[in-house]
């Protein structure tokens, strides 16, 4: 990105950090679909990107601060990608984004149901869910006894996967 910006309005540079057609895809997709590997991004993504895009993003993401990424305990040979506090501050955004998209777009029900309960749950949701984010990628514990919002939100779209299923 260097040091040259187009100017100093606060939008201009958060699209010069997000504004391509993938970064914000990842960032989704490791924070609600808990993708936490290149090979999971990759193979799972709806979008389909391609394994030199994807490389040259997380390349990115990672110089600019949004995601880290460190040796698998559970697997030698593999990286965990991890979002960071600015990335797990994206959720507000998220949650817009797709608020405005199931108003205005031709969305899939099993796609939109994340936005669905983010937008009904409002800000109390985003923040229950963004200190789920920071215990599972920066290790800060959160309140014991509190529900998973990310375990909520997937088995939402589990459940209308399910349902859009065809039998046999």
């Known amino acids: 990105m260097g040091d040259a910006h187009r100017s100093g309005c606060p939008i201009n540079l958060s699209l010069e950090v997000l504004g391509d057609k ?10 609600f679909g808990d993708r936490r590997h290149f090979r999971a991004l990759l193979t799972r993504s709806e979008e389909g990107i391609a394994s030199n895009i994807l490389a040259d993003r997380i390349g990115k993401l990672t110089e600019l601060g949004l995601i880290t990424s460190a040796p698998d305990p559970s697997h030698k040979q593999r990286v965990r ?3 960071t506090e600015p990335a797990i ?18 969305v899939s029900p099993e796609l939109a149901i994340r936005a669905q309960l983010l937008e009904e749950g409002g800000p109390p949701l985003w923040d229950a869910f963004m200190d789920e ?8 514990p959160r309140p014991s006894g509190t529900p998973s919002v990310l375990g909520s939100l997937t088995a939402a779209y589990l459940a209308l996967v399910q349902e859009k299923a065809p039998l046999g």
Do not use: T
């Not at 993938?22 to 924070?31: K, T, V």
């Not at 984010?133 to 800060?140: N, P």
């Open 22 to 31: 993938w970064s914000l895809l990842i960032i989704r997709d490791i924070m």
């Open 89 to 106: 501050q994206l959720v507000p955004v998220m949650a817009h984004l797709g608020a405005w998209g199931r108003r205005h777009l031709p």
């Open 133 to 140: 984010l920071r215990e599972l990628h920066l290790g800060v």
């Open 81 to 83: 990608l991890s979002l």
